[in-house]
């Protein structure tokens, strides 16, 4: 299996393009080498590649801050809550700028 690092910092410090293409190669190498049926996209920096990869490489791209995002709101609708039994501090109250009404809500009530 191939391992390849793409450090978070040089998604800020490559050219234009650049990343997306260093993305997109080692993507397809781990399909075509390695045999990978699906990609997980690892950093927040990389966050809007997945569609466009995915239709250039022809397996599943998985955006991990979209997937993050959509773990939260399954928690929400089920109802899920950490443990109130010692183990967490409660977060100290701040407020939220430019986040979407869907999840202030559940910020709100959390309070």
């Known amino acids: 299996m191939t391992e390849t690092w793409l450090r978070v910092l040089d998604l800020e410090s490559e050219g234009e393009g650049a990343v997306e293409k260093a993305i997109e190669r080692e993507a397809l190498a781990a399909v075509k080498q390695d045999g ?3 990609i997980c996209l690892g950093c927040a920096g990389m966050s809007g590649f997945d569609k466009a990869l995915e239709e250039k490489i022809g397996v599943p791209v998985l955006d991990g801050f979209v997937c993050a995002l959509k773990l939260l709101e399954l928690f929400e609708q089920y ?3 950490h ?3 010692l ?3 409660a977060p100290l109250s701040k407020e ?3 986040l979407s009404s869907r ?3 559940v ?5």
Not at 107 to 111: F, Q, S
């Open 83 to 85: 443990s109130k039994i």
């Open 96 to 98: 939220l700028t430019g």
């Open 36 to 38: 990978a049926e699906v």
């Open 103 to 105: 999840f202030s809500k």
């Open 107 to 111: 910020y709100l009530k959390n309070e």
């Open 87 to 89: 183990t967490y501090a």
């Open 79 to 81: 109802g899920l809550r």
